[in-house]
Every structure is written in structure tokens, then in C-alpha cells.
């Protein structure tokens, strides 16, 4: 390319430029239009898809939690006599309660997160304590019928230093939702895990949060959002496991989870399919003891306590804690308290185990819209299916999948892509033959070399400087008094029951690929110099010698030396003495005739 610029005229060079530039230019426009083979995930427009969305990968790693507790209450010295009163009666069974909550894994090996109110049985938690005193005034005014239940409860609640209460969790467990087992055909399809411990939990009247271990391992669960990340007037969702859901079908009794093999099919399945509610933050607040709080609009209900909220990239923003007894509005505790208690449990960054990573690459799968996305979104639920035979809920989006990836999807977009590559390809080379046409052409019209006085300047290769090379819900239930009704936690009403439950680097270039760099074999030039006298055959030293002036026949008489002509200027300004040249010894550029 060197040898064809040079002896083009600036005008001609600048064609060339302009063409090489106009090829350049139009190529990458070209490679931009949207390939057969790719399927790129665009970004959703719609606010409804993009929760429908973060709602099918979040459903899968919310969880029931379930808890079968026994008390009994004493109260020493409280009858006329001053003896003790215990109840139930001496001899009698303990009371049994249950408690329904919900809550989130936060990492593929079994941390949970929910509300401490729904996994802390002791007299930490208000909820427990008011339940036992009620129940207690209902036994103790049967074994002494002179007093009321509610005479009994006011003089329980008035003598609390005198009272005793024993509780003990004789089962806790956590239950996998329908959108993560499928639909359940017969009691032994439902799968639960016992919790181990609570690992790191505050009281129920401060934050309220409480972190729970169970033994899973490489199953789905949500990220902890960032704090703050959430406005008023956002939208944000609940899922979570509400009572009113129960109790609308018939009364279904969470209790009978403690025993599947007791209930049937149906009423499990109602009880472990989780419900979705959707609302805005209407405020942000914080409560009497400092803790932050959002309130939401009406997503949650008795039951749904520990649920998470999430946004609609299916980050946990808070979960479900406390509401009034109207439901009207509901109380979530924020990620930015969340997240101590995460960093406390040792769990603030995650890794992704397969089973979340392929379920979430099928998901951006399926709402992409690419070419080939469901073909793509197939094929990663088929290895979630095979690889996770327990995975139930990836069966019905296997065969919606399946459903569209038909042969057409892929098919004709490739063709598209091979014909589009095709056009692509053919414009380039139509370009560079354009080029290179151009190139030819202006040889053809101009001089090959332009005339060069005896003694002037060849073309002389300016060597650069090498370049550097670059471096470069199961809401916990809350426990209500079995009278009455009023603010307190949406938790599910104990039911009292009369037995006992049994990762490609970015690659630096070395020195040895950094830019290009002369082989040390090529000599260097120095510009060549006229000499103050006549010029004179020149014997070349290198490839790269200026040629011979041109020296007339021996036979020819040689003209004797003219006389110096008047000096003429080169358009840079320099004095030219030679009469026959056409351009500056000194900067090369033309002589004024």
C-alpha cells in the first residue's frame, strides 16, 4: 500500500482515504443488525411481565414454616387457700398449638430467612404468651366455675410475677411449595425438612427477624436487594401462605401438615400453594424502638407473616411482619435490617449452586424475545428436569416451552443469518474492489513516477515509534387470643388440638504482541542531501540509495557551467538555486515557475 500512496497526488490520497474510512464505517452498521444464531435477552418494556417474571423465579424458594407447640401454665398461690394453680390440671395432657408462617431460603445450602415471631416458641414471643393466658383462663374457669374466663385472664394478666409458663417445640418444620414439588398426586409427594436451629434471630418486639438452618443443599433462592433500593410508590410483591387462603377452602387446618399421610392430595395442595399479592410501599417509617419500617398497601393477611416482598427483579426488599386486624395495610421489615442479620449468619454473598443457576438462565430464556429463546428455554428446563427429579414445578413450563421452540424458530432465522452474512460479506468486497479500482485508475491517468531532477529527492520511508502494547408465605401464624381480635402480628391463629404431635478474562497483550516493530536487519536512512556541488554518480550503500545522475556519452562534448539564474521560492518559502528544479531540496514542496 506504501508503494501505491506515494505516488498519488494529495487530492487522490484523500479519495482513498475517504473510501477505506466509508468501508470501515458501513461494516460494523452492517455486523449490528441482529444475527440468526443469536439470542440476545432484551430488556422487558412492560412492569406486568417483568413481575410475572421475578414471581416464577422467586415461587419455587418460598417456603411454609410449621410449628407444633406443647405449654402448660402454673401460677403459684393464686387460689384463696394460697395453694398453686396449674393448668391444665395435673394428670391432663399439655395444651397443643400449631403455628403457620412463611419464609425465603437465602442460600442454596438452607439458611432461611422469616420472622422470629414465627419460629421463636418461648416467652420472648407476646404472640405465645397472650394465646397460653387465654386458653389457660378457658380451663382453669371450668375447674372453678365461680369465676368467668374473663375474670380469670384479667387476674392472670394483673399477676404475671406469679405465673409460669413452660413451652416446648416438639416439631418444626419447612415445606417445599407446589411451585417447587408441582402438583401434589398423593400425601407422600409432599417434601419437608426439619429445622435444625435458629441461627441468629432478635427479639419479636424489635426487629423481628430471624435466620433458620435446615439440612438442603443446591436449592433455589432470592437475593437480599440492596438498602433503599425501594421508593414510595413502588410496586412490590408479597408471596406467602395466608390463613384467610385456608380457611376459605373449607376450613382446611394447617395442622394436618404435621401428618400428611392424615390428610389427602387436595387439601395439601391448597396448603402449599402459596398466594401472590401485589401492592405499592406506601410509606416508609419506623416504629417506636427506631426500626425502620415500610408500610404496603394490603398484601397480606393473618398467615402471611415472614413472606418476602420482592420487586419485580425478584430481590428480597423486606418480608412481611406485623399488620392491623383489619388487613388494610401491612408492615414489612426492609432489606437494610435484613441484612444485618444476614451478615451475622455469615451468608452476605452467596454462591449460585447449579440447580439456581440453570433456573434462572431458562427463565431470562423464556421472557427474552431472541431468536431461539425458546428453543434455549427447552432445553434448560429438559436438564433441570433430568437433573432434579423432585423439581415437579419444572414440568409444566418444560411442556409451554416445548410448545413453541418449533422447528421454524431457529430454522428460518439461520437462514435469515446466512443470507444477511451473505449481502454483508458481498457489500465488503464490492467496497474493497471499488478501492483498489480507484487506485488503479488514478495510476493509469498519472505519471508513474513524477520527473526528478538530477540529484533530487527520492522517496524516503519515515519509520514511527512502535506503539505501546495496551495494558491495560409462610408467614409465621401468628398467635391470636381465642377471644377477641386486634393489631398484632398476620400470623395464623393457633389451633388447639387435644393429643400431642408426635465464571473469560480480558487477555493483556505481552511485550512479545505489543505493536509492530522494525526488524533490526533494515538500515535507517538519512535523508538524503544535495551536494554544494555539481552532483556526481552516487555509488549505493543500501536499497534505499538515491539512483545515479544521468551522465551524458564520452563522445558528447559537455556544455560549459551556466551562470547562476535568478533565484526562484518553493511554496513553503525557501530559496531554490537550481535552475531545473521542479521541487525543494529542503522540504520537497513545489517550485514556483
Known amino acids: 500500500m506504501a508503494l501505491f500512496l506515494r505516488r498519488l497526488t494529495s487530492r487522490s490520497l484523500s479519495l482513498v482515504v475517504s473510501l477505506i474510512v466509508l468501508s470501515v464505517m458501513i461494516a460494523p452498521a452492517l455486523a449490528a443488525v441482529p444475527a440468526a444464531s443469536a439470542h440476545a435477552l432484551t430488556p422487558r418494556q412492560h412492569t406486568d411481565q417483568a413481575n410475572t417474571e421475578a414471581v416464577q423465579l422467586a415461587s419455587p424458594a418460598v417456603v411454609r414454616i410449621v410449628s407444633i407447640i406443647e405449654a402448660q401454665l402454673i401460677c403459684s398461690g393464686c ?27 437465602i442460600t ?29 383462663s378457658q380451663d382453669i374457669a371450668q375447674q372453678y366455675p365461680s369465676n368467668t374466663p374473663d375474670q380469670i385472664l384479667t387476674f392472670l394478666q394483673n399477676n404475671l ?25 398423593s400425601t407422600g409427594d409432599v417434601q419437608s425438612f426439619d429445622v435444625t436451629r435458629i441461627v441468629t434471630n432478635s427479639a419479636v418486639n424489635q426487629d423481628d427477624t430471624a435466620i433458620i438452618k435446615v439440612e438442603a443443599n443446591d436449592m433455589p433462592y432470592l437475593p437480599i436487594a440492596p438498602p433503599n433500593s425501594i421508593n414510595v410508590g413502588d410496586q412490590v410483591t408479597a408471596i406467602a401462605y395466608p390463613a384467610d387462603a385456608d380457611n376459605a377452602l373449607r376450613g382446611a387446618d394447617f395442622t394436618v401438615l404435621a401428618d400428611p399421610s392424615q390428610s389427602d392430595a387436595n387439601t395439601l395442595n391448597s396448603l402449599l400453594g402459596a398466594s401472590v399479592n401485589t401492592g405499592q410501599v406506601t410509606a416508609k417509617k419506623n416504629l417506636a424502638n427506631g426500626t425502620p419500617v415500610y408500610e404496603a398497601g394490603s398484601i397480606s393477611s393473618q398467615g402471611s407473616s415472614g413472606g418476602p416482598v420482592i420487586d419485580n427483579q425478584g430481590r428480597i426488599i423486606g418480608f412481611v411482619d406485623a399488620g392491623p386486624s383489619t388487613d388494610r395495610l401491612t408492615f414489612l421489615v426492609p432489606s437494610e435490617v435484613i441484612a444485618q442479620y444476614v451478615k451475622q449468619s455469615g451468608n452476605s454473598n452467596p454462591t449460585p449452586g447449579q440447580f439456581e443457576t440453570l433456573w434462572t438462565k431458562a427463565n431470562q430464556e423464556q421472557f427474552a424475545s431472541g431468536n431461539c429463546h425458546w428453543t434455549q428455554a427447552a432445553s434448560n428446563y429438559q436438564k433441570l428436569h433430568d437433573q432434579y427429579p423432585h423439581f415437579g414445578g419444572v414440568n409444566a413450563l418444560l411442556a409451554n416451552a416445548k410448545s413453541h421452540a418449533t422447528p421454524g424458530e431457529c430454522t428460518s432465522s439461520s437462514l435469515s443469518a446466512g443470507l444477511l452474512i451473505g449481502v454483508c460479506g458481498g457489500v465488503l468486497v464490492l467496497l474493497i474492489a471499488a478501492v483498489l479500482g480507484a487506485v488503479l485508475l488514478l495510476r493509469r491517468r498519472k505519471p ?20 505501546q502494547p495496551y495494558s491495560g408465605p409462610g408467614t409465621p401464624s401468628t398467635l391470636t387470643p381465642a377471644s377477641g381480635s386486634g393489631p398484632g402480628y398476620p400470623g395464623t391463629a393457633p389451633t388447639i388440638t387435644s393429643q400431642g404431635v408426635p465464571s473469560a478474562p480480558p487477555i493483556t497483550p505481552t511485550p512479545a504482541s505489543g505493536a509492530y516493530a522494525p526488524p533490526p536487519s533494515a538500515p535507517v536512512q538519512p535523508v538524503y542531501q544535495p551536494p554544494a556541488t555539481p552532483a556526481t554518480p552516487a555509488t549505493p550503500s543500501s536499497p534505499y540509495a538515491p539512483p545515479p545522475a544521468y551522465q551524458p556519452p564520452a563522445s558528447t562534448p559537455v556544455a560549459p557551467a551556466q551562470p547562476p539564474v535568478a533565484t526562484r521560492y518553493c511554496a513553503n518559502g525557501h530559496a531554490v538555486t537550481d535552475p531545473t528544479a521542479q521541487f525543494c531540496p529542503s522540504c520537497g514542496a513545489p517550485v514556483a515557475q
Open 79 to 105: 387460689l384463696s387457700s394460697g395453694g398453686d394453680i396449674q393448668s391444665p390440671a395435673a394428670g391432663q395432657n399439655p395444651f397443643v398449638y400449631g403455628s403457620a408462617g412463611s419464609g425465603a431460603f
Open 108 to 136: 442454596p445450602d438452607g439458611y432461611i430467612l422469616t420472622a422470629d415471631h414465627v419460629v421463636d416458641h418461648t416467652v420472648n414471643n407476646p404472640e405465645d404468651v397472650q394465646f397460653i393466658l387465654s386458653a389457660a
Open 161 to 185: 410475677n406469679r405465673v409460669t409458663i413452660n413451652m416446648q417445640v416438639v416439631l418444626q418444620k419447612v415445606f417445599l411449595s407446589t411451585a417447587y414439588t408441582g402438583q401434589l398426586f
Open 448 to 467: 508513474a513516477v513524477a520527473a526528478v531532477p538530477a540529484g533530487g529527492y527520492g522517496y524516503q520511508p519515515q519509520l514511527q515509534s512502535p506503539s
